[in-house]
């Protein structure tokens, strides 16, 4: 598989986009689909949807469309380019200046968090870098906490499935929207205050992995707050042939030259890609191993001062890049692979 040529291959187009979708989902077919389901059912509504029974048929607004009324006063139309794409959400330039990535890192010990800000409006791709307390790496989605998340399901969590090449999204739900439930009989007595959730406001259970990226946006910035066990493991499986989202599973900034590699080709066909959501661009890591050469320090091409291996341009000069903690990046092996990250320090 060839890299892709620009930003807008790697990432997901738009919050419009359906819950589990492929490139070619449309805006209109979410929205029609919506309705068509909520039609259909005789019962089993969520609560967002419930008061559409008494509404005439001109109003008949699919859930989204709904919550968006009922901020405007109850029974009020959406408000105008409800369903416009986000800002760049197709990998374009955007029309403000976004804050420079910062994740804070409260505890490194066996268990701790971390406080990841998600700019305003803006998708980004964070790194889980904690597992489930007493857990085999991995961590429910439902222990993912947030702040300044809005409350009605149009800030997500988009999770990417390189066996399919399609993405699950995760909507937060808070209080003000009643939380998610635990199924479609939306028990008052079972539901969880706020939590992450589909369309129908029902609790997504998505389980991810220590070391695997996800994308995130929320409308007016925030943070994702991920908390858990510090896991024993510093290695990161990549499949064959197919762009996979990752971080370094540990809590820590690591630079790329630190970032070992195990099946990854020799002649810079395998490359990592770090997103910057200031600018909606990625910059490029290719590796180059022995058979190539190595990378050099500059356009000298001093053989005195090369690394034997490591990631560089095009040019095969190194690229002096950290992954900061809470960052996610694309990969990409042709042959598959494994990437090692440093351990964390001894005390």
């Known amino acids: 598989m060839s890299a892709p040529a620009a930003a807008a291959d790697l990432a997901p187009r738009s919050r419009a986009w359906a819950d589990s979708e492929s490139p070619s989902a449309t805006v209109a077919s979410a929205a029609i689909a919506a309705v068509l389901r909520r039609r259909a059912r005789q019962k089993g509504k969520s609560p967002a949807a419930r008061s559409l029974r008494a509404r005439p048929r001109r109003a008949w607004w699919p859930a989204r469309f709904h919550r968006a009324g009922a901020r405007g006063g109850k029974g009020s139309p959406p408000r ?71 409350d009605w399901g149009d800030d997500w969590i988009k999770v990417y499935d390189p066996s399919t090449s399609r993405y699950t999204t995760a909507r937060f739900y808070g209080e003000d929207a009643g939380g998610v439930y635990l199924d479609d009989t939306y028990d008052e007595d079972t539901k969880l205050a706020s939590g992450w959730g589909d369309t129908d406001q029902i609790a997504v259970g998505l389980t991810l992995d220590a070391g695997q990226g996800v994308w995130t946006q929320a409308e007016s910035g925030g943070k994702v707050i991920v908390s858990g066990e510090v896991t024993s493991g510093n290695t990161v499986s990549v499949p064959v042939n197919s762009m996979t989202l990752v971080a370094n599973p540990l809590p820590m900034s690591v630079n790329i030259q630190k970032i070992k590699t195990e099946g990854y080709g020799d002649w810079g066909d395998d490359w990592i890609k770090v997103y910057d959501p200031s600018t909606s661009l990625y910059t490029t890591a290719r590796y180059y191993g022995e058979d190539a050469g190595g990378v050099y320090l500059d356009d000298t091409y001093d053989e005195d001062t090369k690394l034997a291996s490591g990631w560089g341009d095009t040019d095969q000069i190194v690229v002096n890049l950290t992954i900061e903690a809470g960052q996610g990046f694309w990969t990409q092996a042709e042959n598959g692979g494994i990437l090692t990250f440093p351990a964390l320090p001894a005390e």
């Open 80 to 150: 105008r380019g409800r369903f416009a794409p986000a800002r760049g959400g197709l990998g374009g330039r955007r029309d403000f200046i976004a804050p420079a990535r910062a994740a804070e890192v409260v505890s490194s010990n066996i268990v701790g968090y971390e406080k990841i800000n998600v700019p305003v409006n803006s998708q980004d791709i964070i790194g889980i870098q904690f597992q489930n307390v007493g857990g085999d790496g991995s961590l429910s989605i439902q222990n993912i906490k947030t702040e300044g998340f809005g």
